[in-house]
């Protein structure tokens, strides 16, 4: 079963614009991580923000957390050509009782030059 | 190159067959992870080796088998194959046996039953 379902499922923006994707999950957590994989090929970790975190950044990245909501946000300002690609949130699964992460259905953004 | 290498990159097989898919994690991680990739289910979590002994199992037919060798290489064998196993196989290594830092993912083996 998902823990943590993207939304919106899919987005276009215009080069330069900021996108931000949102995700939601169901149960605690120890931490969440966001994941890009382009089209066919293995995915790339992002950034990983812990609950006891509300914010993070790594450079064009910012994620928040809000563990009393269940949610978190991932925003890529200033978008480019190159940014096109699905964005996964994934979340430790059972708040870390089992060894794997639990991936979301993605949000494929595409970003039009 | 991440540092996962995954082989086959591409694999076609006939419904009934039995493949065998091979996964080296990034140098030092112990833990390995094996994932399907379907357009319908998205990303499913199979199972987790950590040092040569399963951790933890997720959505693994029982037609599907996988194991950890002492070199830390993973390999994943899926039998009986119906059409529906057609799909993206993921393998992913991290350091720890939880995941308390990003997975490092290989490319992929692209499995197409005919």
């Known amino acids: 079963s998902q823990q943590g379902e993207e939304d919106p499922q899919a987005l276009s923006i215009q080069e330069g614009e900021n996108a931000t994707m949102n995700c939601s999950y169901k149960?605690?957590?120890?931490?969440l991580q966001w994941y890009r994989q382009n089209s066919g090929r293995g995915l790339v970790h992002l950034i990983l923000i812990r609950s006891n975190e509300r914010e993070k950044h790594s450079g064009r990245l910012r994620v928040t957390l809000d563990t009393s909501k269940k949610s978190s946000s991932l925003l890529i300002t200033a978008s480019r050509a190159a940014d096109t690609a699905s964005y996964f949130c994934a979340t430790d699964a059972y708040g870390g009782s089992q060894g794997n992460l639990i991936f979301g259905k993605g949000t494929k953004l595409s970003v039009k030059p | 190159d991440s540092g996962v290498t995954q082989t086959p990159k591409h694999l076609i097989t006939a419904t009934g067959q039995r493949v065998t898919l091979r996964c080296s994690p990034r140098?030092?991680?112990?833990?390995v992870y094996w994932y399907q990739q379907s357009l319908d289910q998205g990303l499913q979590f199979l199972i987790q080796y950590y040092n040569g002994e399963e951790r933890a199992k997720g959505n693994i037919l029982e037609r599907f088998s996988a194991q950890q060798f002492p070199d830390l290489h993973s390999e994943l064998n899926l039998s009986s194959l119906e059409l529906g196993d057609s799909a993206l196989y993921f393998c992913?290594?991290?350091?720890?046996?939880?995941?308390?830092?990003?997975?490092?993912f290989g490319s992929g083996t692209r499995l197409t039953v005919v």
């Open positions: 149960t605690s957590i120890n931490n």
């Open positions: 992913a290594s991290s350091v720890e046996g939880a995941p308390v830092y990003g997975y490092t």
């Open positions: 140098s030092g991680d112990l833990s």
